[in-house]
């Protein structure tokens, strides 16, 4: 069985902390992506990785490739009560017919 | 304008009724997928079609089927409902080879 594991669960911080969520398994990606969805509405994309050790910046948020392509990591800093969601991952295997999602990190930003 | 719309946006049926969800997309590809959305389980793949004459089986597909009436329109059947389909559904384009995803707002499906 294929799987992509994301950790933590769940996730409660204060504003102004910074948090990193992962996202791994034991398949090689060509590519991963990550998204981000609220309640009541479809997850939007945040960023697609393609090549190992890959970092993409998008503002606060900062996301990596494993160097092996089994692995990816969002991390954000000063976390803000905007920022609250479900983060999901989704792996693509190199066939480009099958993508994976990951279960998502549930995430609260406390003011 | 939403580029992937999907309806209802909520539905709530009867053990046993056949319902369909019907979603439209304006980004022009060629890829669409269904998808089921469970608490805790991230979301698992039902159908998805690579163009109007192809479709495939995702890892969910028992008791659902589909229909591809045209490169915008892919709609997603239950035959006969049951309690253990209710989760909610979304619609998802695919434009390019990188994987990258467009959902629609998805349906809440709730069987009684």
């Known amino acids: 069985t294929q799987l992509l594991e994301q950790s933590p669960q769940f996730l409660s911080i204060q504003e102004g902390e910074n948090l990193t969520v992962y996202c791994n398994s034991s398949?090689?990606?060509?590519?991963l992506q990550w998204y981000r969805q609220e309640p009541g509405e479809g997850p939007v994309l945040l960023v697609t990785?393609?090549?190992?050790?890959e970092v993409k910046k998008l503002k606060r948020l900062t996301f990596q490739f494993g160097d092996a392509r089994k692995d990816s990591s969002l991390h954000i800093t000063a976390a803000q009560p905007g920022d609250t969601g479900l983060y999901l991952c989704a792996g693509m295997y190199s066939s480009a017919s099958k993508i994976i999602f990951g279960s998502g990190t549930r995430l609260s930003i406390r003011p | 304008d939403a580029d992937v719309t999907q309806t209802p946006r909520n539905r709530i049926t009867k053990t046993g009724k056949r319902i369909m969800l019907e979603c439209s997309q304006t980004k022009g590809h060629d890829r669409m997928y269904w998808y089921r959305q469970d608490p805790g389980l991230g979301l698992r793949l039902i159908y998805y079609?690579?163009?109007?004459?192809?479709?495939n089986k995702g890892e969910i597909s028992d008791g659902y089927s589909v229909s591809r009436q045209a490169q915008a329109k892919f709609s997603l059947s239950l035959e006969s409902a049951i309690p253990n389909q209710t989760a909610l559904y979304f619609c998802a384009t695919r434009g390019t080879s990188r994987g990258e995803q467009f959902f629609g707002p998805g349906t809440r499906l709730t069987v009684l």
């Open positions: 398949s090689v990606f060509s590519s």
């Open positions: 990785v393609v090549t190992g050790g």
């Open positions: 079609s690579f163009d109007v004459k192809d479709i």
